[in-house]
């Protein structure tokens, strides 16, 4: 369990960040009295970022597939 402090600290930005993250729903804490503490599992899953959309490496593709094709017929 990781206090708002130690996440700041993890991720380079000021507590009060941390605390606008949490209201926003961006990280989700456990909240214990008054106090909020963050789970790893949860700080690992906000701090790790989401793998690239699909659709860019198609429209990526399909580019270069325009491309060759357009040189073909030059």
Do not use: D
């Not at 369990?1 to 926003?24: N, Y």
């Not at 580019?63 to 094709?69: F, K, P, S, T, V």
Request: with cysteine; hydrophobic share 35%; aromatic share 4%.
């Amino acid at each position: 369990m990781l206090t708002v402090a130690e996440v700041a600290r993890r991720l380079a930005v000021g507590e009060e960040t941390v605390r606008r993250l949490v209201r926003q729903g961006k990280l989700s804490p456990i909240r214990i009295g008054r106090t909020c503490r963050i789970s790893e599992a949860r700080y690992e899953e906000f701090a790790t970022p989401p793998p690239p959309h699909p659709a860019v490496n198609r429209r990526e593709t399909a580019q270069r597939a325009e491309i060759r094709e357009w040189l073909r017929k030059a």
